[in-house]
């Protein structure tokens, strides 16, 4: 399966910030709806947030709402996860995720069809 470039990952301590990265030089992120999903040792991954093609909407899990920030830059074709707060339970592997296809439903893992290798959060306490 077709990769995504990932970056930003790291080790910080609770209420530090990190900011992670997705790219792709052979696509056109903007085409797409783009998420980021985590997934925690011994645990589903989970939706973390999305953002609508044309960046009409964003969404978060109630978790993050209100730390994590979630946007586009074009003309980079990137898209970046702020992330602010964190907290150690925010520790997980983070992936980011490409909708090339139409979607209904940007919160489910089933809408997207390209994965990134996924980044390594760490939050200590």
């Known amino acids: 399966q077709e990769q995504l470039d990932e970056s930003g990952g790291g080790l910080v301590q609770a209420g530090g910030s990190l900011s992670l990265s997705c790219s792709d030089p052979?696509?056109?992120?903007?085409?797409?709806?783009m998420g980021w999903f985590r997934q925690a040792p011994g645990k589903e991954r989970e939706f973390v947030a999305a953002i609508t093609l044309h960046s009409t909407s964003t969404y978060y899990t109630d978790s993050v709402k209100g730390r994590f920030t979630l946007s586009r830059e074009n003309t980079k074709n990137t898209v970046n996860l702020q992330m602010n707060s964190l907290k150690p339970e925010d520790t997980a592997v983070y992936y980011c995720?490409?909708?090339?296809?139409?979607?209904?439903?940007?919160?489910?893992?089933?809408?997207?069809?390209?994965w990134g290798q996924g980044t390594q959060v760490t939050v200590s306490k």
């Open positions: 995720a490409a909708a090339t296809k139409q979607t209904s439903n940007t919160t489910k893992k089933h809408e997207y069809d390209l």
């Open positions: 052979g696509r056109t992120f903007s085409n797409y709806a």
